[in-house]
């Protein structure tokens, strides 16, 4: 699987954007990028995943860069509920018996 | 909204003791993994199911650790004996199938301390 870069930590003021990045540069054309977030003493929740057109659901916005080399996922109204670590991971959709990767992600802290 | 179950939520247990952890996946999800979560750092995969197989379990010590999902439903992990370094969240995840197009959907974890 493809390695990601992220910041390891972020700030956000409540009620702002949140902008978080992601660098991908060896991505594979058949790797998709996915996000998940992990909320403190719960397991990871998925939020969304893209191949190379921007994605858009009810928790976030993905936007992938035309190279597909980078993406940033986007929060657009950030709550307090939204702190949290943020997990970026590159990988095929379909593949035996492969699973996803985490990295250690970027730790965002929405404030007040 | 369908969850991932898992129990017991803590546990502590003594060095050199068994312990064991359960997870019941969302109904009908064929696949399910058993990550552990070292604090600080991302979960990283133990084991993967598919039914009733195991699919994956490069990354398990299997010195001590074992896992079994025998009627392909929900599973359980054991470590026997725990060491002091077994301290970590064990996180259990299902899907759909293995096409990822659906995400994972994880449980609540089990936080094991090893005294």
């Known amino acids: 699987d493809a390695k990601t870069t992220q910041p390891p930590s972020m700030d956000c003021a409540e009620g702002r954007a949140a902008n978080l990045p992601c660098n991908h540069s060896?991505?594979?054309?058949?790797?998709?990028v996915y996000w998940y977030r992990q909320i403190h003493s719960q397991g990871p929740q998925y939020i969304i995943h893209?191949?190379?057109n921007n994605e858009t659901n009810e928790m976030a916005s993905l936007i992938i860069t035309e190279d597909r080399k980078s993406s940033t996922l986007i929060l657009p109204h950030a709550t307090l509920r939204d702190t949290a670590v943020y997990y970026c991971i590159v990988r095929v959709a379909e593949n035996y018996g492969q699973n996803f990767v985490f990295g250690p992600g970027t730790r965002l802290s929405v404030l007040p | 909204e369908a969850e991932v179950a898992q129990s017991p939520r803590y546990k502590i247990t003594e060095k050199s003791q068994a312990v064991a952890f359960w997870c019941d996946p969302i109904?009908?999800?064929?696949?399910l993994y058993w990550y552990r979560q070292i604090l600080g750092q991302g979960p990283e995969l133990l084991v993967q199911f598919q039914d009733e197989s195991v699919v994956d379990d490069s990354q398990l010590p299997k010195d001590r650790f074992s896992a079994e999902r025998l009627k392909g439903v929900d599973s359980t992990l054991k470590i026997q004996p725990a060491e002091l370094g077994d301290s970590a969240m064990y996180l259990c995840a299902s899907s759909f199938r293995q096409t990822l197009d659906y995400g994972y959907t994880f449980g609540s974890g089990t936080r094991l301390t090893v005294v």
């Open positions: 893209g191949l190379k």
């Open positions: 060896t991505i594979s054309g058949n790797e998709y």
């Open positions: 109904s009908g999800h064929a696949t």
